[in-house]
Every structure is written in C-alpha cells, then in structure tokens.
C-alpha cells in the first residue's frame, strides 16, 4: 500500500529501545507536550538516515546490512535537551557516550559504503532519541521543564539495530520497519 511502485524507498538505519524503555520515554513526552493528539511515537536512536534510494539500492542496503557482525553491548539513556532548527525544535533524550555504539554506527556505515555504494554523511554523530517535534521556537515551559525534569536514566541492552521505511505524512513521518538485525550472540 505504500510502498512505491518503482520500489524506492526513504531508509533509515536506528536502534529501537525495549519495550520497559519505550514506555518511560512515552511518559516524559507526555509530561512536555501533554495530552493532546500527537503523531505515532516510535523512539528510535538513528545511527545513519539514508534518505530515499531506487529499489535496487534498497535491495543492496537490505542485504549488506545483513554482513554487520557486532556483540551487543549495554546503553544508557541519560539527560534531556533541544534542538533548535530553522522549521522549529526536536526535543531529545540523550544517551550516555559508548564506544560499542559509536563502533556500531561505523560498521553501519562501512557495510552501506562497500556493500550499496552509499558514502557516510558528513558532520559528527549526536547520538539522541527524538521525542517531539514542534513547528515553532521553542516553548517556554520546555526550557523550564528541561532544567527540572529527571528524563529517563536508565540503562537498557542492544541487541539489534532496524531498517526502516519512512513514509513523510501531513501528520508528521510514519515509520515502517523493513527488517530487523539481531547482534551476534543475542536471539532477537
Ligand atoms: O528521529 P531522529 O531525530 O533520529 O531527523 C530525522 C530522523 O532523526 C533524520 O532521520 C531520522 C529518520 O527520519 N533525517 C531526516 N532527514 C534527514 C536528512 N536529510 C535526516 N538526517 C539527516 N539528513
């Protein structure tokens, strides 16, 4: 239904926290931006936005992804801020620094170039889960509530990391997931 006819494709490669993970971070979001009617929530921690490739690369990404041979390893999320953006501001939890995550990004990213061609994006890695999106300046109260806020200190495993499908909507980004890559040594 949505995938396209050509067969191509907006990818994403990201690391999707457990379930115990998911709820708390859905609970500090709720605590920023309300109850009020918000688009699907899926955390995620991108390690690499591909952008939109022809069926054929996708296919390429798909399988090359599949040569990522990596341990898992722990995370901690740690810490709550934002970016300000031309459109407007992201709201983030952040992660405590890991080597194994950042060694993880550059096996991603080595697999993508020598497996589909796709050379590594330019800049730093900030490596962050998004909670919200608004199209405005920042609000007031979440500079405050950033301050005061706990956010969610909590370690959690990795055990996999996920190719998605981004689906750009009216509401906001709809995200499908095109497979899923266990680490070596877990049983996801
Ligand atoms: O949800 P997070 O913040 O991890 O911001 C986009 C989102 O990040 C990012 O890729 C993730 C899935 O859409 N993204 C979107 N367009 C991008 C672009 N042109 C991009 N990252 C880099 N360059």
């Given at each position: 239904m949505d995938v396209k006819v050509d067969g191509s494709a907006r990818l994403f490669v990201a690391v999707e926290p457990p379930e115990e993970i998911r709820i708390r971070l859905e609970a500090v979001r709720r605590d920023f931006?309300?109850?009020?009617?918000?688009?699907?929530f899926n955390p995620h921690l991108t390690l690499r936005f591909i952008g939109e490739v022809p069926g054929e690369k996708a296919a390429a990404v798909r399988k090359t992804l599949c040569a990522v041979r990596a341990a898992p390893f722990e995370l901690r999320a740690h810490g709550l801020g934002f970016f300000e953006k031309r459109w407007g501001a992201v709201l983030w939890a952040g992660l405590e620094p890991s080597a194994a995550l950042a060694e993880l990004k550059r096996l991603v990213d080595a697999a993508l170039w020598s497996g589909a061609g796709l050379a590594a994006e330019r800049g730093g890695f900030a490596p962050h889960i998004t909670l919200a999106r608004v199209?405005?300046?920042?609000p007031l109260h979440w500079r405050t509530l950033v301050q005061n806020h706990p956010g969610v200190a909590a370690g959690f495993p990795v055990t996999g990391f996920t190719l998605f499908r981004s689906l750009l909507a009216r509401e906001g980004a709809r995200h499908f997931v095109e497979e899923r890559y266990p680490l070596a040594g877990s049983s996801t």
């Open positions: 931006i309300g109850g009020r009617t918000a688009p699907p199209k405005t300046p920042v």
